[in-house]
């Protein structure tokens, strides 16, 4: 059973940074398209980031877009969300997941993952 493991989470203050790193030890990450989705409370699970395994081609949503940053260590076969000015409505459990490549449409795929992480908390608050 393939189990991705997500690291770096914690509580932050508005305008602070976390980097999230995702890995799958005993697994090869570098054969799939890689990244990340989050859960608020009472919320859907929203796709944030991902980077593909072909190109290295990264895809954002809007609510993220210059202030993240994926990307993905060959050598660790990890892949890393780097968060920076991080506001209040980024708190969500993030949780990392590999698939194909779907290209734009991955982080509108969620049900076409093929493994997923536990999730990790990340929480913005003063």
């Known amino acids: 059973q393939v189990q991705l493991v997500e690291s770096g989470g914690g509580l932050v203050q508005p305008g602070g940074s976390l980097r999230l790193s995702c890995a799958a030890p005993?697994?090869?990450?570098?054969?799939?398209?890689v990244g990340w989705w989050r859960q608020a409370p009472g919320k859907g699970r929203e796709g944030v980031s991902c980077i593909t395994t072909s190109t290295g081609k990264t895809y954002y949503s809007d609510s993220v877009k210059g202030r993240f940053t994926i990307s993905r260590d060959s050598a660790k076969d990890t892949v890393y969300l780097q968060m920076v000015n991080l506001k209040p409505e980024d708190t969500a459990t993030y949780y990392c997941?590999?698939?194909?490549?779907?290209?734009?449409?991955?982080?509108?795929?969620?049900?076409?993952?093929?493994?997923w992480g536990k999730g990790s908390q990340v929480t913005v608050s003063a």
């Open positions: 005993g697994f090869t990450l570098a054969h799939y398209t």
């Open positions: 997941a590999a698939g194909p490549d779907y290209g734009n449409r991955w982080l509108q795929t969620r049900y076409g993952m093929d493994y």
